[in-house]
C-alpha cells in the first residue's frame, strides 16, 4: 500500500497568530521545537511502525515557505532517510508570495520539492486587501516569475472567487492574466462564508453581500469553459490542470486512498480508521507522547461509500455505478440526473458534468442510502 | 331516594357553565379553600385553554336546605359540543333535572336549543338560570323575553345569578332540591345502571360513571354489560366529590362511580346498561348505540420508523376514548397509518393534539373527509370516507354528502364576511335573526365536507375572534363529487387527494399547489406540482431548482468533516417524506390543510 504523507506546518492555531500580524509562524522562533518531525515519527510508529513506502508528499497548512531550511529540512528529513525522494512521484511545498525567493527555490530543490502551490488568491490590490492577505499584485506577479526561472517545472496557483461585489469581467480578467503565467495547475475557489467569522458576521449583518446563486453559478461555468479552452482540465469542482499535472496527492484524499497526515491538524486514513491531530500547538506537542484515543474513528463501509460518493462525484474521474445500490429507485434517480445532464455514464462510472459538479453533495446525499 | 337530587347544566361555550359549577362545590365545601382552582372540573389542559367541556364530570354533594333538611346532590357537568351530544344525552338521561344557563349578555344560543330538545326528550324538570347579572351589558329582560319565545319555557321560574360573584346560589340551590323530582325506582328490582361516562385510572383501570334506575350494585358483584354480554367483579363503588370516595354500595337512585377490572374504556361503552349477572334485567334500560364518526382522516407518523410508537400510543389513547375508531391505513406517500373516525372536528383536533402533548407523537394528518355516498349503475351504493376508495367515476351514476344547519352568531359588522364564506363553501338557505341589538345569527344549510376543511379558523380569523359556530346534522344531498388528485413531480401523493364537488375542485387545487410550492424546499430538479381530476390537470405549480450544493473545498484529509456534514443534511430529512425522488416536509401536509387569508 503506497501512501500520501502531508507534513503541516503550521497548526491552524499558528496560522491565525501569523494573521494577527506578527509575520512569524509558530515554527519560526521556535525552533527549539523544529524536531516536530522526529516526534512525529515516534507518532508514526505508534500508529503502526509505518514506514511508508510513501508515493506523495505535501508539506503546507500554512507557511512552510517562511521556515528556515534547517527547520524545513528536519521536518522532512526523516522521510528521506526511509525512503529516497526520487521514489516519490510528487512531493510540493505551499508557499506564499512574499516568501519565494530564488535562494528559497534553490533550497527547497535541494531538499527533493518538485512541485510549488503558490497561494496567490487574487490579481488585483483591493481584493488582497480584502483577503487580508500580506502580498500585492506585483508580489504574486514576481513570486511565479522568479519559480519559473527557477527549475521548478510544476507550479500550481491558488485563485478565489465569488467575492462580494466581483464582477465576471473583473473575475474572468484575474482569469485570463493567471492563464498568461503558464502555471501547470491552477485551483479556483469559490469564496466560502462560514458562520463564525468576521466575514460570516458582516454577511449575517448585511454589511457585506455575497453574489447570488445564480451569479456564481455563471461564474463557476465561465471558469470551468476559459480554462478549458486554455488547455486546462477541469478534474475536480475547483482544481484545474494541464495535461499530466494533476494533483498526485489531493487526488489522493479523493480517491479513497490511505494517507498519513504529520503535524497539528493532520489528518490521516489507512482506508479503515481516520485519525488527527490536536489543532492546538501545545496539545498536538503533548499528544505525540500520550495519543488521544478519541481522535480517531472506524469507517464503516457505509460511510466510506458516502465518503467515496462525495469526493468521488467531485472529479471527472466519477465514481463507479456499483457504490449506488442497484434498485428502481435509485436508477429512476441516475436516469433523472443523466436527463438533466448532471451525470454522464461511462462504462458504469458515473461522472459528473460540470454542471453536475456544482450539484455534487446534492448528488451524493441522494445517491447515498 | 327522596332525599337525593340528580341534576345536569346544558349552557352554550362562555355561558359561564364552569364557573357556576365552581360555585356549587365550593359552597358545598366539599374542596378545601386552598385546593380550589378556578375550572375546578376541567382537567384536561385542552379543556382550560379552550374554555371548553370534553370528558363529562360528576360531583357528589351534600346540601342543607333553608327548611333545614340534608339533601344529596349529584351535579353532571356535560360536554357542550356538537361533536359529543351523544355523550351528552346519556349523561341527561342519568339526571331527573337539568339548568339551563342562559347569558344575560348574550341571549339564548343555537347549542343550547339543541340541548334543551334533548332534555326535553328526557323528560328533564328545566330550570332556566340567568347568568352574568352584575355585567353592565347584562339584559335580564331579553333574556327571559328569549326564554319565553326561544325556549317556551316559563321565565318566571328562571333564577338570577352571577356564577362568578355567587350571587343567588342559595336560590338556585333552593330551586334544585324543591323543583327537581327525586329518582324514582326499586332497589330490589334487577339492577340497571346507565353508563354515561368513563375515564381511565392507569392504576385502577376503566372508572366507569353510572346511573343506577333499579337495584343496586356492591364489591364483589358480578357485573354484565347488557350490550356485549361481558362480566366484570366489582372491586369498588363510590361516589365523586371531586375526588372518588368509596360507598358500601350504589343504589336505585344513585349516581356514582364502579371499578370492575376493567382494561379499557373501550369495554365500557358510554349509553350501555349494567346489570348483574345473577339476576339480570330483561331488557337495557334505553337502548344502545354506538357513537358515530362522522369526521375521517388518516394519523401517520412523521418517521416511518415511529409507526409502531403511534399505534402504542393511539391503544393508550383510545382506554380513555371510547368513541375514536381507528383501523390500520397505508398510503404510498406516507407509509404505515391509521384511518380514524371522530365525532367531529373539534374531536379530531382533540385527539390529534393530546396524542402529541401527552402521547409525544409527532404526526402527519390527512385531510379530514366526511362519508360520502355513492349509487352506481347497478343500483348499488358504497359509503366512502377515505378518497383512496373513491369509486371508478366511470361507474357512478351520482354522489351524495352530507349537510349541516350552521348557526353562526357574531356582531353585526362582520355579517358581509361571513356571508361571503358560507356562500363560498356552498352554503344555501341563509336565514337571518336578530338576537340582540348589535349581534346577530346567520344561518345557512352547509356541506359538512366544507366545514370540515378550515372552516372555524377562517370564521374566528374573519370575526376576529367574536363568532361562534354550531351546526346540527341534516340530510344527504345529492352533490357533484369528484377526487382531486395531487401530483408532486408527476406521481400522485396518496395522502393529498380529496374528495370535493366539482366547483371547488379548482380553488382547492390552486390552493393545494401553491402551498405545496411554499414548503417544498427546492431540489436538484425542477418539480412540477399539478392538481388534477382524473386524467386533466386544472392547477399547476413549479419549484425552482436550485444549481449549486457543493462546498468549494475539501479540507485537506479531513474527510471525516465532509462526511458528517453530509450525515447531518441527510439525517435531517428524515423528517421527509419521500415521494418518487421528492422529498416533502411534514410542514408541506399540514399548510395543505390550512387556507389562507386571501382563499
Redesign the interface.
Known amino acids: 500500500m503506497e501512501w500520501a504523507v502531508?507534513v503541516a506546518a503550521q497548526g491552524r492555531r499558528g496560522w491565525s497568530r501569523d494573521r494577527d500580524g506578527d509575520g512569524n509562524g509558530g515554527w519560526d522562533g521556535s525552533g527549539d521545537r523544529s524536531g516536530g518531525g522526529d516526534r512525529d515519527r515516534d507518532g508514526v510508529d505508534l500508529v503502526g511502525g509505518l514506514r511508508g513506502p510513501f508515493e506523495t508528499l505535501y508539506v503546507?497548512?500554512g507557511t512552510p515557505s517562511l521556515m528556515p531550511f534547517s527547520v524545513l529540512s528536519t521536518a522532512i528529513g526523516w522521510i528521506g532517510e526511509l525512503q529516497s525522494f526520487d521514489s516519490m512521484t510528487e512531493i510540493t511545498i505551499e508557499a506564499n508570495p512574499g516568501d519565494v525567493t530564488a535562494q528559497r527555490c534553490e533550497e527547497w530543490l535541494q531538499l527533493g520539492f518538485n512541485r510549488v502551490s503558490l497561494g496567490i488568491q487574487a490579481l488585483d490590490d483591493n481584493t488582497l486587501r480584502f483577503l487580508g492577505r500580506r502580498h500585492d499584485t506585483a508580489g504574486a506577479i514576481s513570486a511565479q516569475e522568479v519559480l519559473r526561472k527557477s527549475s521548478f517545472s510544476n507550479i500550481s496557483i491558488d485563485l478565489i472567487y465569488g467575492l462580494p461585489g466581483q464582477s465576471e469581467k473583473a473575475w474572468l480578467a484575474t482569469l485570463q492574466r493567471a492563464i498568461d503565467f503558464e502555471v501547470e495547475h491552477i485551483s479556483c475557489?469559490?469564496?466560502?462564508v462560514e458562520d463564525q467569522t468576521p466575514f460570516g458576521r458582516a454577511v449575517a449583518s448585511g454589511a457585506m453581500v455575497m453574489p447570488d446563486?445564480?451569479t456564481?453559478?455563471e461564474m463557476?461555468i465561465l471558469t470551468s469553459h476559459t480554462l478549458a479552452k486554455a488547455g486546462y482540465e477541469h478534474y475536480e469542482?475547483?482544481n484545474f490542470a494541464k495535461a499530466g499535472f494533476r494533483a498526485k496527492h489531493n487526488s489522493r484524499?479523493?480517491d479513497g486512498s490511505p494517507?498519513l497526515?504529520l503535524g497539528p491538524a493532520?489528518?490521516?486514513?489507512d482506508g479503515n480508521a481516520?485519525w488527527?491531530n490536536a489543532d492546538d500547538l501545545d496539545v498536538w506537542l503533548k499528544e505525540i507522547q500520550a495519543p488521544n484515543p478519541e481522535r480517531l474513528?472506524l469507517?464503516n463501509d457505509d460511510?466510506k461509500r458516502?465518503?467515496r460518493l462525495?469526493?468521488g462525484l467531485?472529479t471527472s474521474d466519477g465514481v463507479p455505478r456499483t457504490l449506488v445500490t442497484n434498485n428502481e429507485?435509485k436508477n429512476?434517480?441516475i436516469e433523472?440526473?443523466i436527463s438533466?445532464g448532471?451525470l454522464q455514464t461511462q462504462q458504469d462510472v458515473l461522472v459528473p458534468t460540470t454542471?453536475g459538479?456544482?450539484?455534487?453533495?446534492?448528488?451524493?446525499?441522494?445517491l447515498?442510502? | 331516594m327522596k332525599l337525593v337530587r340528580n341534576f345536569g347544566i346544558i349552557a352554550h361555550i362562555d355561558h359561564g357553565k364552569s364557573t357556576l359549577a365552581d360555585r356549587l362545590i365550593q359552597h358545598a365545601g366539599i374542596v378545601a379553600g386552598r385546593q380550589f382552582r378556578d375550572q375546578m372540573l376541567d382537567n384536561l389542559d385542552i379543556e382550560r385553554e379552550r374554555g371548553i367541556t370534553i370528558k363529562s364530570q360528576t360531583v357528589n354533594m351534600e346540601y342543607k336546605s333553608q327548611s333545614g333538611q340534608e339533601y344529596t346532590l349529584n351535579f353532571i357537568d356535560t360536554p357542550g359540543h356538537v361533536d359529543f351530544t351523544y355523550e351528552v344525552s346519556r349523561a341527561l338521561a342519568s339526571c331527573e333535572g337539568v339548568l339551563l344557563l342562559v347569558d344575560a349578555t348574550q341571549g339564548v344560543q343555537a347549542q343550547t336549543l339543541a340541548n334543551l330538545y334533548l332534555a326535553m326528550e328526557h323528560d328533564l324538570e328545566i330550570i332556566p338560570v340567568i347568568n352574568k347579572i352584575d355585567l353592565i351589558s347584562a339584559d335580564i329582560e331579553m333574556a327571559k323575553e328569549q326564554i319565553e319565545q326561544e325556549l317556551g319555557l316559563d321565565p318566571e321560574g328562571a333564577i338570577q345569578v352571577s356564577a362568578k360573584q355567587g350571587t343567588g346560589i342559595v336560590e338556585l340551590l333552593e330551586a334544585i332540591v324543591h323543583r327537581i323530582p327525586p329518582p324514582v325506582g326499586d332497589s330490589d328490582a334487577p339492577t340497571q345502571a346507565l353508563i354515561f361516562d368513563a375515564h381511565y385510572d392507569p392504576f385502577r383501570g376503566a372508572i366507569v360513571h353510572c346511573r343506577v334506575f333499579d337495584g343496586s350494585i356492591k364489591p364483589g358483584d358480578t357485573i354484565q354489560m347488557m350490550s356485549t354480554g361481558r362480566t366484570f367483579k366489582v372491586e369498588e363503588v363510590g361516589a365523586f366529590r371531586v375526588v372518588r370516595e368509596p360507598r358500601d354500595e350504589l343504589t336505585a337512585g344513585d349516581v356514582g362511580y364502579l371499578i370492575a377490572g376493567i382494561k379499557t374504556v373501550a369495554d365500557t361503552r358510554i349509553g350501555d346498561t349494567i346489570t348483574k349477572e345473577d339476576n339480570p334485567a330483561t331488557e337495557a334500560k334505553y337502548s344502545f348505540r354506538e357513537a358515530k364518526p362522522v369526521v375521517f382522516s388518516s394519523l401517520y407518523p412523521v418517521s416511518s420508523d415511529d409507526y409502531q410508537d403511534l399505534a402504542d400510543a393511539l391503544e393508550r389513547y383510545k382506554l380513555n376514548d371510547a368513541a375514536l375508531i381507528y383501523t390500520k391505513d397505508s398510503s404510498i406517500a406516507l407509509g404505515q397509518g391509521f384511518r380514524c373516525g371522530f365525532l367531529g372536528l373539534l374531536h379530531l383536533e382533540i385527539v390529534q393534539e393530546r396524542l402529541e402533548r401527552e402521547f409525544d407523537q409527532s404526526l402527519i394528518l390527512t385531510a379530514p373527509s366526511v362519508e360520502y355516498h355513492f349509487y352506481l349503475d347497478d343500483d348499488s351504493m358504497v359509503v366512502v370516507d377515505n378518497p383512496a376508495h373513491y369509486p371508478d367515476p366511470a361507474y357512478i351514476k351520482r354522489g351524495e354528502e352530507p349537510y349541516i344547519r350552521a348557526s353562526i352568531m357574531m356582531p353585526d359588522r362582520y355579517m358581509g364576511a361571513v356571508m361571503k364564506l358560507c356562500l363560498e363553501r356552498r352554503g344555501v338557505n341563509s336565514e337571518i335573526h336578530y338576537p340582540a341589538p348589535g349581534r346577530m345569527e346567520l344561518r345557512f344549510d352547509l356541506p359538512l365536507g366544507e366545514v370540515i376543511f378550515d372552516f372555524y379558523d377562517r370564521l374566528k380569523s374573519i370575526t376576529q375572534g367574536y363568532g361562534s359556530f354550531d351546526y346540527e346534522m341534516l340530510e344527504y344531498r345529492e352533490s357533484d363529487l369528484v377526487r382531486l388528485d395531487i401530483l408532486v413531480n408527476g406521481e400522485k401523493v396518496d395522502a393529498l387527494s380529496m374528495i370535493v364537488h366539482k366547483d371547488r375542485a379548482r380553488t382547492r387545487a390552486v390552493h393545494a399547489c401553491e402551498r405545496l410550492r411554499e414548503e417544498i424546499p427546492r431540489?436538484?430538479?425542477k418539480i412540477p406540482i399539478q392538481g388534477a381530476i382524473g386524467g386533466t390537470i386544472i392547477a399547476r405549480e413549479t419549484i425552482s431548482?436550485?444549481?449549486?450544493?457543493?462546498?468549494?473545498?475539501?479540507y485537506?484529509?479531513?474527510?471525516?468533516r465532509?462526511?458528517k456534514l453530509?450525515?447531518k443534511?441527510?439525517a435531517g430529512?428524515k423528517r421527509m417524506k419521500m415521494v418518487?425522488?421528492v422529498e416533502i416536509p411534514q410542514s408541506a401536509f399540514i399548510a395543505v390543510l390550512k387556507t389562507g387569508e386571501d382563499d
Open positions: 502531508g503546507g497548512g475557489y469559490q469564496l466560502t446563486e445564480q456564481l453559478v463557476f469542482v475547483s484524499y479523493w494517507y497526515g493532520a489528518h490521516s486514513y481516520r488527527w474513528e469507517i460511510q458516502l465518503e462525495a469526493l467531485r429507485q429512476r434517480l433523472q440526473m438533466n448532471f454542471k459538479m456544482l450539484v455534487a453533495d446534492a448528488m451524493a446525499k441522494a447515498w442510502d | 431540489q436538484m430538479f431548482a436550485f444549481r449549486k450544493d457543493v462546498t468549494a473545498k475539501c485537506g484529509g479531513d474527510v471525516s465532509k462526511r453530509l450525515e443534511q441527510k430529512k418518487g425522488n
